[in-house]
C-alpha cells in the first residue's frame, strides 16, 4: 500500500496535515506527516511566546529549539522514516513551501526508496548561493507574504542564528490577521486561518538550506516528480511557480515535472483538502 508523507513548510509541522490525511483516510490511503527536528508537539518552544499578555522583550531574548539545526538533521531525521515506511510500501513524498528543500536533499540522498516526490507550491532548488539570497523573492512578483512577515519577526534574525516570527500578534490586529490571510489563505475562513496560525511554530532556521539541497539529475532526477501549482497562491506566485519548474526540467529534460494545477492558496491543502487528496490519490 502507498503510504503518502508530508513534510511541512517554514514555522509549520505535522498538525498542518492533519486535514489532507483525514480526506486521504476517507479514500483508503496511509499517510504520515512528519515533525522536522525543532518542530511541532515536541519542541521546546519559547514560553513568552504563549504568554498572556506577551511580553516582546522576554520573546526576542528567549532560546530556540531550532538553533544549530542543520540540513543534515533534517535529511537523517526523513530518511530514517521512509526507510521505515517503505518496507512495508511504495512511499510518495511531498512538501510545501519551504520543505520542498528537505524534500530535495532528501531525494538526492535516497531515490531508490521514492516512489514519487511531490512539490506543493514549493521550493526545488536548481543552484546555490547563500540561505540570504535563496529566501529572497524575485522583484514584483505578486508576493504578499514577505511584507506582512516583516510585521511579525521579532528580535534580530541575524544575531539570534534563527527566524522569530510571532504568529499570535495577529489574533489581536485585525489588519495584520486580514495582511496575513489574503498571503497564505485567502481562500479559507477567518476560523480556518485562526486555526492554521494556532498550529504554527515561532521559530525557523534558514541555515537549513545548504547545496545539498540542489537537485542532482543523477539522483532526484531518478525519481518521478510532480508539481502542483498553486494557481491563487499569494505566498509563492504562480509566475515563480512557473519559475521553478522549468528550471528544475531543464536539469532533468528527460524526466519533467508532471504538473497539476488547483485554484487554490499557498496552504490550500489546509482549507480545501478534499481536491488535493483527490490529485493526490490519483499519483497512486
Known amino acids: ?44 518552544r519559547p514560553a513568552p511566546y504563549f504568554a498572556s499578555p506577551q511580553d516582546l522583550e522576554a520573546l526576542a531574548a528567549a532560546p530556540s529549539p531550532m538553533k544549530g539545526i542543520t540540513l543534515d538533521d533534517n535529511v537523517r531525521y526523513v530518511v530514517d522514516i521512509v526507510t521505515r515506511l517503505a518496507a512495508h510500501g511504495p512511499v510518495v513524498l511531498a512538501a510545501n513551501s519551504f520543505g520542498g528543500i528537505t524534500l530535495s536533499a532528501v531525494a538526492n540522498a535516497v531515490p531508490e526508496l521514492l516512489h514519487r516526490i511531490v512539490y506543493i507550491s514549493a521550493a526545488c532548488p536548481t543552484g546555490f548561493t547563500t540561505p540570504e539570497d535563496e529566501v529572497q523573492p524575485a522583484e514584483d512578483d505578486g508576493n504578499l507574504l514577505d511584507a506582512a512577515v516583516a510585521r511579525i519577526t521579532t528580535g534580530d534574525v541575524a544575531a539570534q542564528g534563527f527566524a522569530r516570527l510571532n504568529w499570535r500578534a495577529a489574533h489581536s490586529d485585525p489588519d495584520l490577521f486580514a495582511e496575513l490571510k489574503a498571503a497564505i489563505m485567502a481562500d479559507g475562513t477567518d476560523a480556518q486561518f485562526r486555526a492554521v496560525i494556532d498550529t504554527m511554530d515561532p521559530d525557523e532556521n534558514y541555515d537549513v538550506i545548504g547545496p545539498d539541497s540542489v537537485i542532482r539529475a543523477d539522483r532526484w532526477g531518478l525519481v518521478p516528480h510532480t508539481y502542483f501549482r498553486l494557481s491563487e497562491d499569494r505566498s509563492i506566485p504562480v509566475q515563480a511557480q512557473d519559475r521553478i519548474i522549468a528550471e528544475a526540467d531543464a536539469v532533468t529534460p528527460d524526466n519533467p515535472f508532471d504538473v497539476h494545477t488547483l485554484a487554490t492558496s499557498h496552504v490550500g491543502y489546509f482549507s480545501r483538502p478534499a481536491e488535493f487528496a483527490e490529485a493526490l490519490s490519483r499519483l497512486a
Not at 513534510?7 to 483525514?22: D, E, H, M, T
Open 1 to 44: 500500500m502507498t503510504t503518502y508523507v508530508f513534510i511541512p513548510g517554514a514555522s509549520s509541522n505535522a498538525q498542518a496535515w492533519g486535514p489532507l490525511q483525514n480526506e486521504l483516510a476517507l479514500r483508503g490511503h496511509a499517510s504520515y506527516a512528519i515533525d522536522l527536528p525543532g518542530h511541532g508537539s515536541s519542541a521546546d
